[in-house]
């Protein structure tokens, strides 16, 4: 089955920084890739999401790039402020299949102003 | 969009009890319901897959006589913890593929305590 990877488990900036999140999955045939935001306690939250048909997508401050020969893909965000402080997850899933989204162990993000 | 309504948000059972937590898909049929399970401060590990109307496929580990889930209609999946004990103290919560949005819509999540 699918296996999701994600680097780095903390990731501390300062505020204006760039931070950059990456993951790696196995299953070639997965073309889903989600990104999500979640609060304690709280249901994850779509930031943004890539097809495997793409290879970056963009939304304001936030990119998504999908590397589909190396079978990984990364979350970028500009500009970074204290609200972009969460925990955030990647994940995979062969979509067409009806197959379940397996997530990557999360990251930690905390923005210092 | 799509979604998915989760009840009971929190709960709180007395050891050896079994609880029942619902998932609705409010307006679209979910044929298919995935069960997670979240530990603090962990990611969401997937539990089981239901389907309309045939048994669920659970995943390596996870005990399908504790954990009991019955998806009998094109709206309602239910994730039952039998014999619940403080391990199974967690954060459950329940996923549906959106086929308007060809994604997934999740539901609100439920906390388990087991005392």
């Known amino acids: 089955g699918e296996n999701v990877e994600q680097h780095p488990s903390t990731l501390s900036v300062q505020e204006g920084d760039s931070a950059v999140i990456k993951c790696t999955y196995s299953?070639?045939?997965?073309?889903?890739f989600p990104w999500y935001k979640q609060e304690l306690g709280k249901r994850p939250q779509l930031i943004i999401d890539i097809r495997s048909n793409v290879g970056e997508k963009k939304d304001q401050r936030i990119a998504v790039t999908l590397n589909k020969t190396a079978k990984h893909f990364s979350l970028h965000i500009t500009e970074t402020q204290p609200e972009d402080s969460a925990v955030y997850f990647c994940a995979a899933s062969y979509r067409q299949a009806g197959t379940a989204l397996i997530f990557g162990k999360g990251t930690t993000l905390s923005v210092s102003s | 969009g799509a979604v998915v309504s989760q009840h009971p948000s929190w709960v709180i059972c007395k050891s050896g009890t079994s609880v029942k937590i619902e998932c609705r898909s409010l307006d679209f049929q979910a044929t298919t319901m995935f069960w997670y399970r979240q530990f603090p401060k962990q990611s969401l590990m997937l539990m089981a897959t239901?389907?309309?109307?045939?048994?669920?496929?659970?995943e390596q580990g996870v005990e399908k006589d504790k954990f009991l889930i019955n998806h009998a209609s094109l709206t309602l999946s239910t994730l039952t913890v039998t014999s619940a004990h403080p391990e199974d103290s967690s954060f459950y919560i329940c996923?549906?593929?959106?086929?308007?949005?060809?994604?997934?819509?999740f539901g609100s999540g439920t906390r388990l305590t087991v005392v």
């Open positions: 996923s549906a593929a959106d086929r308007t949005s060809d994604g997934y819509t």
């Open positions: 239901s389907n309309e109307g045939s048994k669920a496929t659970y």
């Open positions: 299953d070639s045939a997965s073309n889903y």
